[in-house]
């Protein structure tokens, strides 16, 4: 399978994810693909709350259903889709968690950001350089 195809299938079960979203308050639908290295794919979305800071982003539910589902690294790819006027890249919180979870096998997963229309690719590593994680604490 080609690195095109990858990403469209990634993208594509972000953008479904996204449908999913409890974005009551916000309105933003957000969706999150996390693709392993077994070929398993673990989506998310995001799920906000009346206490507005509790809210939950979707890249942040991938990545506790992920662990819930037993999975500690393995992360090869992530796409995160949002209908924004740009691709949609990863907040600071979720850059840490995705780290986190990245870090328990030593992947710099390729992070896919998009939208309705575009799409790019960049290393969480240039996302979050320089992270505090695991390693950090030895
Ligand atoms: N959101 C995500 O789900 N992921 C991000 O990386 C950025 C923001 C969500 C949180 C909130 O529900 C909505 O988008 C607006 O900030």
Known sequence: MSDDS?????????????DN???????LRVGAALAFADG???????????????SLCAET?????????GHRGGLER?????????PVTPCGRCRQ???????????DPLVWCANGSDAFAIRLSELLPHAFGPQTLG
Request: glycine share 8%; no cysteine; proline share 0%.
């Open 6 to 18: 990858d990403r469209d299938e990634l993208v594509v079960a972000a953008r479904r994810a996204a």
């Open 21 to 27: 979203a409890y974005a009551h308050y916000s309105g």
């Open 40 to 54: 398993t794919v673990v989506t998310g979305t995001n799920v906000e709350n009346a206490s507005y800071g509790l």
């Open 61 to 69: 539910a991938a990545v506790a259903k992920a662990m819930d589902d």
């Open 78 to 86: 992530v796409a995160v889709f949002a209908d924004t006027a740009e």
């Open 97 to 107: 968690v995705l780290h986190e979870l990245a870090a328990l096998g030593g992947t």
